[in-house]
Protein backbone atom coordinates (compact mmCIF):
# COMPACT_ATOMS: atom_id res chain seq x y z
CA UNK A 1 0.00 0.00 0.00
CA UNK A 2 2.72 2.30 0.54
CA UNK A 3 4.54 1.19 -2.17
CA UNK A 4 1.90 2.16 -4.26
CA UNK A 5 0.96 5.44 -2.72
CA UNK A 6 4.95 6.19 -3.60
CA UNK A 7 4.41 5.19 -7.10
CA UNK A 8 1.22 7.30 -7.30
CA UNK A 9 3.32 10.50 -6.00
CA UNK A 10 6.22 9.94 -7.77
CA UNK A 11 4.04 9.56 -11.00
CA UNK A 12 2.33 12.92 -10.18
CA UNK A 13 5.29 14.52 -9.75
CA UNK A 14 6.76 13.64 -12.89
CA UNK A 15 3.63 14.62 -14.66
CA UNK A 16 3.91 18.01 -12.72
CA UNK A 17 7.85 18.59 -13.55
CA UNK A 18 6.83 17.68 -17.13
CA UNK A 19 4.01 20.33 -17.13
CA UNK A 20 6.45 23.09 -15.23
CA UNK A 21 9.02 21.47 -17.97
CA UNK A 22 7.06 23.19 -20.67
CA UNK A 23 6.14 26.01 -19.31
CA UNK A 24 9.55 27.27 -18.55
CA UNK A 25 10.62 26.06 -22.51
CA UNK A 26 7.83 28.40 -23.39
CA UNK A 27 8.62 31.44 -21.22
CA UNK A 28 12.27 31.03 -22.84
CA UNK A 29 10.72 30.91 -26.23
CA UNK A 30 8.35 34.24 -25.24
CA UNK A 31 11.69 35.88 -23.99
CA UNK A 32 13.58 35.02 -26.75
CA UNK A 33 10.80 36.55 -29.04
CA UNK A 34 10.39 39.55 -27.20
CA UNK A 35 14.36 39.97 -27.06
CA UNK A 36 14.45 40.06 -30.62
CA UNK A 37 11.82 42.48 -31.07
CA UNK A 38 13.43 44.80 -28.52
CA UNK A 39 16.62 44.24 -31.06
CA UNK A 40 14.31 45.55 -33.94
CA UNK A 41 12.67 47.86 -32.43
CA UNK A 42 15.85 49.43 -31.21
CA UNK A 43 17.40 49.29 -34.41
CA UNK A 44 14.06 51.02 -36.14
CA UNK A 45 14.71 53.95 -33.27
CA UNK A 46 17.87 54.02 -34.57
CA UNK A 47 17.28 54.65 -38.15
CA UNK A 48 14.22 56.83 -37.16
CA UNK A 49 16.64 59.43 -35.15
CA UNK A 50 19.50 59.14 -38.37
CA UNK A 51 16.64 60.47 -40.43
CA UNK A 52 15.27 63.13 -37.86
CA UNK A 53 19.17 64.42 -37.54
CA UNK A 54 19.07 64.69 -41.49
CA UNK A 55 16.02 66.20 -41.65
CA UNK A 56 16.56 68.90 -39.05
CA UNK A 57 20.33 69.83 -41.06
CA UNK A 58 18.21 69.85 -44.45
CA UNK A 59 15.52 72.37 -42.55
CA UNK A 60 18.40 74.31 -40.81
CA UNK A 61 19.98 74.93 -44.45
CA UNK A 62 17.02 75.69 -46.02
CA UNK A 63 16.68 78.16 -43.54
CA UNK A 64 19.80 79.98 -44.15
CA UNK A 65 19.11 79.70 -47.70
CA UNK A 66 15.70 81.53 -47.19
CA UNK A 67 17.16 84.04 -44.33
CA UNK A 68 20.33 84.70 -47.67
CA UNK A 69 17.86 85.41 -49.73
CA UNK A 70 15.73 87.58 -47.62
CA UNK A 71 18.79 89.37 -47.17
CA UNK A 72 19.61 89.59 -50.74
CA UNK A 73 15.56 90.93 -51.49
CA UNK A 74 15.90 93.73 -48.54
CA UNK A 75 19.26 94.54 -50.32
CA UNK A 76 18.33 94.77 -53.30
CA UNK A 77 15.11 96.94 -52.52
CA UNK A 78 16.52 99.67 -50.54
CA UNK A 79 19.41 99.83 -54.03
CA UNK A 80 16.34 99.93 -55.72
CA UNK A 81 14.47 102.58 -53.25
CA UNK A 82 18.22 104.50 -53.11
CA UNK A 83 18.39 104.56 -56.86
CA UNK A 84 14.45 106.23 -57.25
CA UNK A 85 15.70 108.99 -54.94
Known amino acids: MIICNL ?6 FDKEMGILKEKLEMKETENLL ?3 SVQRLEEELHEVRESND ?4 ELSTGKELID ?9 K ?3 SIQRI
Do not use: C, F, M, R
Open 7 to 12: HGVISD
Open 34 to 36: LKE
Open 54 to 57: YLKL
Open 78 to 80: QKH
Open 68 to 76: KQETGLLEA
